[in-house]
């Protein structure tokens, strides 16, 4: 068996129960925990003089460096989270483009290629993740490394009409066929880069299923990241302050509980769903005082700018839902920015009646998961889910709503609310069907069983 070293943007040695920065750190870690192996990347720090560092823990070897500041301006703040991220996620109107950023993004992942190269052995798997990312594999060709080397996007890969609309796009999805496989959150992301190759660059679909652009050949494959639900049901069994988690009435009866937990970020949906709640809280009024609605939103890449104006945003939102609503015993959204221990959150999504997980859009979003593998399989919570979530593939017995329809959200949570037993246990154990399908062990030995299976770097003749 080939040792496996997995590259990645940010690497986040999460200490036991911590909560990690989204879905990659969480799906990446317990896979990586599994097989060992290197994990390589970004240590999060900038300064001047970015040294390697390797830390042990159990069967991984954590090996990480600092950014400088000109690098991680251009690289992650800029190309990555103010180019990429945006408009992989139809946020085309929130997007910028320079040209200085997108050169300092191809600088770095040839920098980071040439660091990991020294550590590498000749039969080692090279997993590459995420937008950061994707000329990773052109520059390990470059640089003459011969290993198999596959790619996962975690995020959406848009449709060819805004994909587009990054200038040098052609340039850039180009270094996508230099990987032996890319792999994808859903069907509909896998077309999406299908029709672009075959569309915009008049790539060919093999017999085989495998695509032939730019003179090279490569495979395409769907791979739904999961989670491990006995983990899952483990850790909320595991945390006994419970009761602290939800709110109390004056007569001493429990309120119901909504609950979201996202990264703070405007593909989330935030401002739309508050915008929601309010909305429920106004037409259904035979809720109010009986509900309350948790919003633990961590925050992250303060330093780009649409972060700052979404985190004002929603400021405004939650003051504005609080201050008219409110009693002096009842404030019915807790809109909280710290992040949580693992156990604290699954034990509070066992708990709540809800999971309002409402994503503009979203590669997968693991939360959804996690909600449904936590609950209590004899009185279990409901789950309301975003269309435009990855995970609405697979979830589709929770209830599906648009999050853009303010009203048909607000209606959703009241139904939610009043959900018979026998319902909620039917949707539960068609979502725990797909969930069990479809588990992290899964998305790993099939991504990494189907790289193995291929024949590594098929260069064909004609280069275009
Ligand atoms: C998303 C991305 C990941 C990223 C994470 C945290 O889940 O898909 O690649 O690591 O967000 O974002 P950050 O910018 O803080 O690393």
């Known amino acids: 068996m080939s040792r496996l070293v997995v590259v990645s943007n940010r690497v986040a040695p999460i200490k036991e129960g911590k909560i990690a920065a989204g879905g990659l750190a969480v799906g990446v870690y317990d896979a990586l925990r599994q097989s060992g192996g290197i994990w390589f990347g970004w240590n999060g720090e900038v300064n001047k003089n970015p ?44 997007a910028r483009y320079n040209r200085e950023e997108y050169e300092g993004y191809r600088r770095v992942n040839a920098m980071m290629v040439e660091k990991l190269k020294p550590l590498l052995r000749p039969d080692d798997t090279i997993w590459i993740h995420d937008y950061h990312l994707i000329p990773f594999a052109e520059a390990c060709r470059m640089s003459g490394i011969r290993n198999r080397i596959g790619f996962f996007l975690h995020i959406p890969f848009p449709a060819p009409g805004i994909i587009t609309v990054i200038p040098p796009h052609n340039e850039l999805l ?15 992301d896998r077309l999406a ?3 672009y190759i075959t569309r915009e660059v008049r790539g060919v679909i093999e017999r085989d299923g495998s695509l032939t652009a730019y003179g090279r050949n490569f495979h395409t494959g769907v791979y739904p990241i999961g989670v491990v639900p006995d983990n899952v049901r483990q850790l909320a069994n595991s945390y006994r302050e419970r009761r602290h988690l939800v709110g109390y009435n ?33 037409n259904f009024p ?7 609605f948790i919003q633990i939103a961590p925050t992250s890449r303060s330093d780009v700018k649409t972060y700052q104006t979404i985190r004002r945003q929603l400021e405004s939102e939650a003051g504005h839902i609080n201050g008219r609503l409110s009693d002096l015993d009842w404030t019915p959204l807790h809109y909280l920015n710290k992040s949580h221990d693992r156990r604290v959150l699954m034990g509070l ?30 009185d279990p919570g409901v789950l309301i889910l975003s269309r435009f979530a990855g995970a609405a593939q697979e979830l589709s017995s929770a209830l599906i709503v648009n999050p853009y329809d303010c ?43 189907d790289l193995q299976s291929f024949t590594i770097h098929q260069a064909v003749e004609a280069e275009k």
Not at 264 to 279: I, N, P, Q, T
Not at 286 to 292: G, L, N, S, T, Y
């Open 349 to 378: 999504f066992s708990r709540a009646e809800v999971g309002f997980v409402t994503p503009l859009r979203d590669g997968m979003n693991l939360v959804a998961k996690e909600y449904v593998a936590a609950q209590n399989p004899d």
């Open 407 to 449: 009203i048909g959200m607000a209606e959703a949570l009241d139904r939610a609310l009043r959900m018979p037993l026998a319902e909620r246990k039917d949707r539960y154990e068609h979502m725990m069907q797909a969930i069990r399908a479809a588990d992290l062990d899964t998305w790993r030995d099939d991504f990494l069983r």
């Open 286 to 292: 035979e809720h109010r005082r009986k509900v309350e």
């Open 174 to 188: 180009k270094t996508l066929c230099y990987y032996d496989l890319v792999g994808f959150q859903t069907e509909c």
């Open 51 to 94: 040294q390697m560092r390797t830390e042990t823990v159990g069967n991984v070897d954590y090996v990480t460096m600092a950014l400088n500041k000109t690098d991680y301006d251009q690289y992650y703040r800029g190309f990555s989270n103010a180019t990429l991220w945006p408009i992989f996620h139809y946020r085309v109107d929130l």
């Open 250 to 282: 004056s007569d001493g009866r429990r309120r119901k509980t909504i609950v979201s937990v996202d990264r703070l970020d405007y593909s989330k949906g935030l401002v739309e769903r508050f915008r929601a709640y309010a909305a429920f809280l106004e």
């Open 193 to 195: 880069f299908q029709d």
